[in-house]
């Protein structure tokens, strides 16, 4: 299984939205509507901010939505604050109980 | 509020095996899937593994032949030994909570550095 294909980078300034793909293949984002997006500040523990695809836990600001078309999964977060500032990974199920990640965009809030 | 914590050493001797271990408080270790991943310097995540409470495991396949994870319920503990590693190996190793094999991770401990040098 090959890593999901992300931006290195992306910006905007606060209060504007942007928007981190993840692209994967028909083995593992396209076949199977488990994709999650973790948000991760160096030194501390990645956090959960949207499983299956579009779904927010408990606590996570609607800021964050995500969705997928075919084989490309995405993440948009509107009204840019300063603190979303940090990591973002996006992750699929690859079947056979198996998982790949992304390699990581670093957001930047201008 | 659950808490995950890996320790081990920081420091591991190429063609050694690397062991770690990430204790679970704040909750049982009952009933849930166990995850070891992995982030190499300036490299994105890598899913090393899983145990099931009750002992089952799943591994990467690209690290399956050099992996074992175990758990000790009685301890709420659970374990990674990777063997004959190289500089490849080099990471920082996190330990993650799921609800179910095909379910996020919704726990995370901070991390562990492991360097491999000798």
């Known amino acids: 299984q090959s890593a999901l294909t992300q931006p290195a980078s992306v910006s905007g300034s606060p209060g504007q939205s942007i928007t981190i793909s993840c692209s994967g293949t028909s083995s593992d984002v396209g076949s199977y509507n488990v994709v999650s997006w973790y948000q991760h500040h160096p030194g501390k523990a990645p956090k959960l901010m949207i499983y299956e695809g579009s779904k927010r836990p408990s606590g996570i600001s609607n800021r964050f939505s995500g969705s997928k078309s075919g084989n490309t999964a995405s993440l948009t977060i509107s009204g840019l604050q300063a603190e979303d500032e940090a990591d973002y990974y996006c992750?699929?199920?690859?079947?056979?109980?198996?998982?790949?990640f992304g390699g990581g965009t670093k957001l930047t809030v201008l | 509020q659950v808490q995950l914590q890996e320790s081990g050493p920081g420091l591991v001797k190429p063609s050694e095996t690397l062991s770690l271990t990430c204790t679970v408080s704040g909750g049982s270790i009952n009933n849930y899937y166990w995850n070891w991943i992995r982030q190499p310097p300036g490299k994105g995540l890598e899913w090393i593994g899983y145990?099931?409470?009750?002992?089952?495991?799943n591994y990467n396949p690209s690290l399956k032949s050099r992996v074992t994870i175990s758990v000790d319920t009685s301890k709420n503990q659970f374990s990674l030994n990777l063997s004959s590693v190289t500089a490849a190996d080099m990471a920082v190793y996190y330990c993650a909570r799921q609800g179910g094999y095909n379910f996020p991770f919704e726990y995370w401990g901070q991390g562990t550095l492991v360097t491999v040098s000798s």
């Open positions: 992750c699929s199920y690859a079947g056979s109980s198996n998982w790949v």
């Open positions: 145990i099931y409470y009750s002992g089952s495991t």
